[in-house]
């Protein structure tokens, strides 16, 4: 993930620019409302994903989920997240994970937003803490 802030031609006033790949995502907390005022700033990319879905299916691809063995006499229930296939991954963007299908790519998906003017927290985590709890909290 990549943050980067900039005073725009007014003073005092910030433009806030991030990029992303994979499962870290970026909320922006204003520090006067910060209960409705959240804006997550980056999208998750995961194979639940219709558009990252698409694009993994189309460049020869698979997604699935992991067998989980339930007894001897069954071949398996379909547990977990879905991934991707080959590789097994999680994630449809990522760097550095040149083995997996080509669908996989390492372009992020960028987004540009003004800072409130009374100030804002960001919180970057990955998908860990997101998956325990909502933005809101």
């Known amino acids: 993930m990549l943050l980067h802030a900039k005073q725009r031609h007014l003073p005092g006033r910030y433009l806030l620019t991030v990029a992303s790949v994979g499962d870290t995502r970026c909320v922006l907390y204003p520090t006067t409302r910060p209960v409705n005022g959240w804006r997550q700033l980056t999208k998750d990319h995961t194979a639940e994903k219709p558009v990252e879905a698409m694009r993994i299916n ?73 998956s325990a709890i909502g933005n809101k909290e």
Do not use: F, M
């Not at 977990?80 to 998906?109: H, Q």
């Not at 937003?113 to 997101?130: C, D, Q, R």
């Open 58 to 130: 189309t460049s020869g691809g698979t997604i699935k989920r992991q067998l989980a063995e339930v007894s001897d006499l069954s071949s398996g229930v379909a547990t977990g997240p879905s991934r991707v296939y080959p590789g097994g991954l999680k994630l449809t963007r990522s760097i550095g994970n040149t083995d997996c299908c080509e669908g996989v790519i390492a372009t992020p998906d960028v987004i540009v937003t003004e800072v409130p003017p009374e100030g804002a927290k960001i919180v970057i985590a990955s998908n860990g803490l997101w």
